[in-house]
């Protein structure tokens, strides 16, 4: 990719043009769910009781119904429309209008009624999901459990066949077991999926879902129990609660029986002979949840900066270049720092998930749908959700902030987004125990390339590698780059700035990471299941941190890929200093890494802060288009920092200084007096 192909004045960006290659593949199906989020009778309501809001977003679930927006995952036959992608493209811009609707939604028909359709058969369909669909059925998707939380394979409710009967006898033997923090639970779900231990003819196959329902007209069914979880930290608008379930029986056909059934008898059958393998099936094809989850984050972080942004542009702050004139608050480098890295943090985010959800539509449509294909997208599912969610965290806070007292009235949104969205990072997995999956991935793919290689090819790595590390570590690669460099901050700032630079330096972190804790790990291969248990947790960190190395590398991927589609030349320019800001930003950041692993000199690490400094300055005056560009109006950003009034404010004040000065009557300033005198003082010992 060429780098600086047009000047800083004469660089543009074409913000139509960039809006549409942001809105992506689905761009009319973005624009039709924004249009919906921008209905005031969908929006969240501030101040509200919990009450109050919980019945305003169960009413607005039928909003939904009505305008024809959950129906797209669902099969043609039934009313929908196969549009497993589309229908998260659309359920991601809900978040701005009220991320406890996004997420009520989310459980209803992404949750709840997916559980039906990937797990259950084509009888379950035709039973439960038109019921589903147009909200006869609110459901809860009853998976996790106070005991085990992330860890689904080791959940205690039992759901034991009993032949005689043709029956489930579902039962939480203990409070550990109870279902926790299942949206719907509390007031509205009159069934729910739930996730138990299958036992048939005294075997244990392991976690299977089930169709149960949980109320009628007059409440709880017999043998079942909750308790409302009452109000949260954020999502008021969603009745999260416990479910718990005392030999509650349910036909055997009530079995969603895709990957797994029971005959009248007893005998257990699977199109999937591992265990393991069928467990990780039945999770894989809930991916959506996460898929969706990375989407609606980098919408939340659009909107934080969109609202701080424009705001910037237009608040003044302190006489630093002007007796007269304040500074705006973009013009500081540090509102810069702030503002403008996270900037292009959410670019990379957004260009990604566009590939995710493109990667999602390829296995639920069916045209790319291998086990290898699957167990890519949970991967890559499970490695992009982590990052984006901290980032929206991180970015809303910032904002906050950015925008002083302002920023934290709730009536600016930055507090109320922040509260709600906090639990992202823990929904549909902790973010930690996701990344770990991903470093898991990281090694096995590790162990499979040199499985491939024959022992002629694993002795010449043996000794490259030694000869790698010696390299890296005697300071030879730091010495031959300092020598390069001499004398030239400008000739350091060239190399790093080059793409392919920047893309080794970063895929070589991650291998050298993957490659080390890989080598510790194969030294107790053979020893007992504790020792083996004791090695891996002494890398545990090393192995996250690895993994997310992984995921900011393929963030910077998608980035790049994304400049080749760019066919303005002053917007592809803009957008690839965007992109250096990112790939830059990550080496600063990590920089004691890559100089204590002497991947990098010391001159050409003190260059880093410098050069992002000014691409920093060169992005400055384009940063309102770019955030222009992510085509949120005022019915989605609803915050009054952003609708040009502190501009009118700004104005009136220093029109109002300006006539002061002018007129006879602007007091005279102590500074300017104290000056006069002591000028005066002066002249008067000089005669």
């Known amino acids: 990719m060429t780098q600086d192909i047009l000047t800083n004045e004469s660089a543009a960006v074409d913000v139509a043009a960039l809006g549409e290659q942001l809105l992506g593949r ?54 929908g429309e196969d549009n497993h992608a589309g229908s998260i493209a659309s359920f991601e811009e809900l978040v701005t209008a009220d991320p406890s609707l996004q997420i009520k939604a989310g459980v209803q028909w992404g949750l709840f009624g997916s559980a039906v359709l990937h797990l259950g058969t084509e009888e379950h369909h035709a039973k439960w999901l038109p019921g589903i669909m147009n909200l006869e059925i609110p459901g809860a998707f009853a998976m996790t459990e106070i005991g085990h939380g992330s860890d689904v394979a080791s959940i205690g409710t039992m759901a034991t066949y009993d032949a005689s009967a043709q029956e489930f006898v579902i039962h939480t033997p203990f409070k550990a077991a109870w279902k926790e923090y299942l949206g719907n639970a509390a007031i509205h779900g009159k069934a729910c999926v739930l996730f138990a231990q299958l036992i048939s003819n005294g075997v244990n196959r392991g976690v299977h879902a089930f169709y149960v329902p949980l109320r009628d007209e007059n409440g709880f069914l017999p043998g079942i129990g909750g308790a409302d979880d009452g ?37 257990y059958t699977s199109p999937i002979h591992s265990p393991g393998r069928r467990f990780f099936t039945m999770l894989g094809t809930l991916v959506q949840g996460r898929v969706s989850l990375d989407g609606a984050a980098v919408a939340a972080s659009k909107v934080a900066l969109q609202i701080a942004v424009t705001y910037a542009n237009q608040r003044r702050q302190f006489n630093a270049s002007s007796p007269t004139a304040e500074e705006v608050l973009l013009d500081y480098q540090r509102h810069q720092r702030r503002l403008i890295t996270r900037l292009a943090t959410t670019y990379a985010s957004g260009f990604a998930h566009e590939e995710l959800l493109a990667k999602f539509d390829g296995v639920f449509s069916g045209e790319t749908d ?109 010495l031959a780059q300092t020598a390069a460099d001499t004398g030239s901050e400008r000739r350091s700032a060239n190399v790093l700035k080059d793409p392919q630079t920047q893309h080794e330096l970063l895929t070589d972190r991650v291998g050298s990471m993957v490659s080390e804790i890989a080598d510790a790990l194969r030294a107790v291969q053979g020893r007992s299941q504790s020792e083996q248990a004791a090695a891996f947790n002494e890398h545990q960190q090393e192995l996250i941190d690895a993994a997310r190395a992984h995921g900011e590398l393929l963030l910077w991927e998608s980035f790049t890929r994304a400049l080749d589609e760019v066919a303005d030349q002053g917007t592809r320019t803009v957008l690839t200093w965007l992109r250096d800001v990112y790939g830059l930003g990550l080496l600063e950041k990590n920089i004691g890494w890559y100089l204590m692993n002497g991947r990098l000199s010391m001159q050409r690490g003190r260059t880093l802060s410098s050069y992002i400094n000014r691409l920093l300055a060169r992005l400055r005056p384009h940063a309102q288009d770019l955030v222009d560009a992510f085509g949120y109006g005022p019915e989605h950003l609803r915050a009054p920092l952003a609708t040009g009034g502190e501009n009118e404010r700004q104005a009136e004040a220093m029109e109002y200084y300006r006539r002061l000065r002018a007129s006879t009557d602007a007091p005279l300033d102590e500074k300017i007096m104290v000056a006069r005198e002591k000028a005066a003082k002066r002249a008067a010992k000089s005669k």
């Open 231 to 267: 109000l949260k930290g954020g999502l008021n608008g969603i009745d999260n609660g416990q479910l718990h379930f005392t030999h509650v029986r349910i036909p055997r056909t009530n079995l969603l029986n895709r990957y797994g059934d029971v005959a009248p008898d007893g005998t």
């Open 370 to 478: 291998t086990d290898a294909d699957r167990q890519d997208l949970e991967t890559l599912a499970a490695a992009l959700k982590p990052l984006s969610t901290w980032h929206a965290l991180d970015t809303l806070q910032e904002c906050r902030e950015a925008c002083g007292g302002a920023g934290f009235m709730a009536e600016n949104r930055f507090t109320s987004l922040r509260a709600d969205l906090d639990v992202y990072a823990t929904f549909e997995g902790d973010n930690n125990i996701l990344l770990q999956l991903v470093g898991k991935r990281l090694l096995t793919d590790y162990g499979q390339e040199f499985r491939k290689l024959n022992a002629g090819v694993l002795a010449r790595y043996v000794v490259h590698h030694a000869e790698k590390v010696a390299l890296n570590r005697s300071g030879l690669r730091q």
């Open 26 to 79: 689905w761009a009319d199906i973005r624009r039709r769910a924004r249009e919906i989020a921008g209905d005031p009778k969908i929006q969240r309501i501030d101040g509200q009781s919990m009450d109050e809001h919980r019945q305003r977003v169960f009413t607005q679930l039928s909003d939904l119904v009505d305008a024809g927006s959950v129906h797209r995952a669902f099969p043609v036959a039934l009313g």
